[in-house]
């Protein structure tokens, strides 16, 4: 295998992975029947608040969990804004976003007397994993392993979440609820708890995808999720709203991402043009994927 | 007899409209038995079993269930009283497989989280069978026919072993086998000891499925009976508070023979389609006349109607509408021209469910309403408020038009073309899933129109309203016209008659509209 290949390939499943985070718990709110726009936000909110409570903290996983919470919070802000107070949901979401980007700086400054780039020194290096069955596979194990725990992590989420939607009656409900909301209603269900448990879920999920940029940066930077939280939007309807698809969907854009990275280093291009490939990448895949379902609709 | 059910002084009153939907109304049920609940659309029947199965919250009244005094809050707890509902639209997840469908709520488990799909599967096996359904509970639901939809519905319910079954209007989307079929399964279930309410406007299947019927007026119970001491006349007397007959007063007919609308030769081929959905079809509507148009369903009536109403460009021949070529226009171009049409399909052609009753009817007249290119409030106000009292509407300016009744979506919908008319009108299936009142409105409005000059175009598969109102009745038969009937020859003919023309097994010699 060509020796480039492989370094790609290895930094496209660690940059898939926020991705594959975060368009899981949106994939949570998107079968219940609302297109929960506030990736961006949620991501952005843990990613600084989990970097800035391990700081303080000085323990990793405390400050993940308290990073996790802070956007459970906000989610719980938008879902009871959306479904008990009634607001249009996009509106409330895009606020989220909003919100998630100012509150973040504000408190960067107010905290670090700084509004741009924090560097946290005290910081340890994001725990990698080094499973030595895999190691010795060969190409298979040169790409999989030596991630940090995140991706893993991202991985059994993604099994537990398939199990979730199409085993457990929860998962059942929470689909009925975006396909037929009546159905539920006339069953005697709430269709708003189903909602706003699916936006828990998408606070939890786009915590931890955040969460990894930051901590595996050591630093925060200003909106450093720069968009991650719309393609994860995307990778939920390219990976057909299919927990498999989610897998294959992020992973195209992770591979986008890491050439881009390769070709700024390998090629002399300008870089604004190389940095542009992940954008260019989700049009392309965008209406390449919109005329295929209306192909496969126009079939059935 | 101990009653399965009791309610009594049930009122209740839509604050947004101040409209009291049921004033104190008493309804008992004995166990076993099969309970019409009859009524005109907007009596009130639907609002009286929502308050049973905990849709909607009642202002007074009680109800008891087996003796108990009970207060129904949700229909979760509907049906742990053993009372269940099935909704006039299917409350069903397509891509849901029957068992699904069926469990969905009430979910087998295994061990403490996973849900028992294998499990599911055999216990709506086991109720399916038991009560001799033809449905598979493994199938997609989404790939079921409407029967077999129902029977999934009901299946839901008895899965939650209810003791009372309500079903809204189940047989308005059935056909005549589906509902002989539906019929037996409900005796059954009434000899198990399940009680039914049906909720119907509809004689016939009064008499053919009830032991006893209710009868509801404007919010009130108006009488209660054993169904074999009384007759149709008199439970239609009640419904509607007077006698009435589908014959409606007119002028005679005087063929004024002034042709407003002609098709020459017009045909209609779709691409990959071997076979015209409209082959040749030539005739003349006249002013001053109503012509029918009768056929069984999917031999160009619905096609005729499309490229009236300017949805379905023609392949071939010429529309001629006062002597100028309309065929190449859209529908905006032809209701520049004076189109008039009251389409089939009220709900998603004819109205725009979420704006309002006004908005609804001004949506084809903006400019007539428009000062500076700003809407005068008062003067559209105005206009609304005197349509609906003209066509006696139940509903005010600002209500979104898909909280009213059908009844009342199509009177809207008739005062806006009414208004529009110019010379021609054309009615498709108006009075489809209408009950009589609203129906015979609806007639006497076309007649009216007749009178004053319009030639009305009625497309119906309803035979009975076609030989009731047409001066002239064209028959359709796959695309073509088989046969013209007016003057004696229509006064003449018999049902059977035209099912013979209908069905393709006679056809008059060069059939000239």
Not at chain 1, 91 to 102: K, Q
Not at chain 1, 277 to 298: D, E, G, Q
Not at chain 2, 329 to 354: E, I, M, N
Request: aromatic content about 8%.
């Amino acid at each position: 295998m060509n020796p480039v290949a492989i370094p790609v390939l290895h930094s496209a499943v660690a940059i898939m992975t926020p991705l594959l985070l975060a368009s899981m718990g949106g994939l949570f709110t998107e079968l219940s029947g609302m297109l929960n726009i506030a990736l961006e936000g949620l991501m952005l909110m843990g990613a600084f608040a989990s970097i800035v409570f391990t700081h303080f903290t000085g323990n990793m996983v405390v400050g993940i969990a308290l990073g996790v919470l802070a956007s459970m919070l906000l989610a719980a802000i938008l879902g009871t804004v959306t479904l008990h107070l009634k607001s249009n949901v996009f509106i409330t979401a895009l606020a989220a976003n909003l919100f998630a980007s100012g509150l973040t700086v504000v408190l960067s400054f107010k905290l670090f007397g700084n509004k741009g780039v924090v560097v946290f020194n005290d910081i340890g290096r994001l725990p990698r994993l080094d499973i030595p069955a895999l190691a010795k596979i060969p190409v298979f194990g040169d790409i999989f392993i030596g991630h940090n725990i995140f991706v893993y992590l991202s991985w059994v989420l993604l099994a537990l979440c398939a199990w979730v939607l199409y085993r457990t009656p929860f998962g059942f409900r929470l689909r009925a609820t975006g396909i037929h909301e009546q159905a539920m209603v006339s069953l005697g269900m709430r269709p708003s708890r189903y909602r706003f448990i699916a936006f828990l879920v998408s606070g939890f999920t786009c915590a931890l995808g955040g969460a990894m940029l930051t901590l595996n940066l050591g630093a925060f930077v200003p909106n450093i999720t720069s968009g991650k939280g719309w393609i994860a939007l995307v990778v939920i309807f390219l990976g057909q709203k299919k927990p498999i698809g989610l897998l294959f969907a992020a992973l195209v854009f992770g591979f986008a991402d890491a050439f881009s990275n390769y070709a700024q280093g390998a090629w002399n291009v300008p870089a604004d043009f190389i940095l542009a490939i992940p954008y260019v990448f989700t049009l392309v895949a965008m209406v390449l994927f919109s005329i295929y379902t209306s192909r496969k609709n126009r079939v059935e | 007899m101990e009653h399965a059910l009791e309610m009594r002084g049930i009122v209740k009153i839509y604050t947004e409209t101040g409209l009291r939907a049921n004033d104190g109304v008493d309804l008992t049920l004995n166990k076993g038995q099969i309970l019409c609940l009859a009524g005109e659309n907007g009596a009130g029947k639907t609002t009286l079993m929502k308050v049973l199965y905990g849709l909607e919250k009642p202002d007074a009244g009680t109800i008891s269930v087996m003796g108990k005094p009970v207060s129904i809050t949700s229909p979760l707890q509907a049906n742990r009283l053993g009372i269940g509902m099935v909704h006039q639209h299917f409350m069903l997840v397509d891509d849901f497989t029957v068992a699904q469908n069926v469990t969905l709520g009430k979910e087998p488990l295994k061990g403490r989280f996973s849900y028992d799909l294998k499990g599911a599967d055999e216990a709506v096996d086991a109720v399916i069978r038991r009560h001799r359904f033809s449905i598979d509970a493994t199938k997609r639901v989404g790939s079921l026919t409407v029967g077999q939809k129902q029977q999934v519905e009901i299946v839901k319910m008895l899965y939650r072993d209810v003791d009372i079954l309500i079903l809204d209007e189940p047989t308005a989307v059935l056909t005549e086998q589906e509902i002989e079929s539906l019929f037996i399964t409900l005796r059954a279930l009434a000899e198990h000891g399940t009680s039914l309410i049906l909720i119907t406007h509809k004689l016939h299947e009064i008499t053919a499925i009830s032991d006893r019927v209710a009868i509801m007026r404007q919010g009130a119970m108006v009488g209660d009976f054993p169904t074999d001491s009384v007759d149709g006349k008199q439970i239609s007397r009640l419904m509607m508070g007077q006698s009435v007959s589908l014959v409606v007063d007119r002028l005679p007919y005087t063929p004024v023979q002034h042709p407003v609308l002609r098709f020459d030769n017009v045909s209609v081929l779709k691409r990959n389609q071997q076979r015209p959905l409209l082959d040749g079809v030539s005739f003349a509507a006249r002013s001053g006349e109503i012509l029918g148009f009768a056929g069984v369903g999917g031999n160009g009536l619905g096609v005729l109607e499309a490229v009236l109403g300017g949805f379905l460009p023609i392949s071939s021949g010429a529309i001629v509408h006062k002597d100028e070529d309309i065929s190449r226009l859209d529908s905006h171009a032809l209701r520049k021209r004076g189109l008039a049409y009251v389409p089939a399909d009220r709900l998603q052609v004819g109205s725009a469910l979420k704006a309002t009753v006004s908005e609804n009817l001004i949506v084809d007249a903006r400019n007539e309403f428009t000062r500076h290119g700003v809407m005068q409030r008062k003067k559209i106000e105005a206009h609304t408020q005197s349509l609906l009292k003209t066509y006696s509407v139940k509903g005010s300016p600002s209500m979104p038009i898909g909280t009213l009744s059908g009844g009342n979506i199509q009177k809207v919908i008739l005062a806006r073309e009414i208004t529009q008319y110019q010379d021609y009108i054309v009615f498709s299936e108006p009075t489809w899933g209408l009950d009589i009142a609203s129906s015979r409105f609806v007639y006497e409005r076309m007649v009216q129109l007749r009178d004053e000059g319009a030639a009305v175009l009625l497309i119906s598969s309803n035979l009975d309203e076609i030989l009731a109102v047409s001066d002239r009745v064209i028959v359709m038969y796959r695309g073509t016209i088989v046969a013209v009937l007016e003057a004696e020859e229509l006064r003449q003919v018999t049902k059977e008659d035209m099912g013979a023309y209908m069905l393709g097994l006679r056809q008059q010699e060069a059939p000239h509209g």
